[in-house]
Nanobody
Framework: QVQLVESGGGLLQPGESLTLSCVAS????????MGWYRQAPDNQRELVAT???????NYADSLKGRFTISRDDAANIVYLQMNSLKPEDTAVYYC??????????WGQGAQVTVSS
């Protein structure tokens, strides 16, 4: 069974940084697109960032410059580096992978809470 497992969430203070990891149970080269989404309480799930198999990245306009998505193909991991965190970044962060055969796959989510 193909799985995505997120890790690295936690409780942080405003201004701090955090890196989330998404480990795939198969080669991430199997996916043409991987990304991070987030869902805050009472809000819809929204795009954070995506990265293609070729390394092209895309970000939500409001997060450009603070968040960075990257991938380690050898380790089958996609990362999300988050800097200068704000209380409004509080959400459950989900990893997503899209493959031509597998379709869309989601991880279980990682809680990130930013509070003073």
């Amino acid at each position: 069974q193909v799985q995505l497992v997120e890790s690295g969430g936690g409780l942080l203070q405003p201004g701090e940084s955090l890196t989330l990891s998404c480990v795939a149970s198969i080669s991430i080269n199997s996916f043409y697109l991987m990304g991070w989404y987030r869902q805050a309480p009472d809000n819809q799930r929204e795009l954070v960032a995506t990265i293609t198999s070729g390394g092209t990245t895309n970000y939500a306009d409001s997060l450009k410059g603070r968040f960075t998505i990257s991938r380690d193909d050898a380790a089958n991991i996609v990362y999300l580096q988050m800097n200068s965190l704000k209380p409004e970044d509080t959400a459950v962060y989900y990893c997503n992978a899209r493959g031509a055969i597998i379709g869309s796959l989601w991880g279980q989510g990682a809680q990130v809470t930013v509070s003073s």
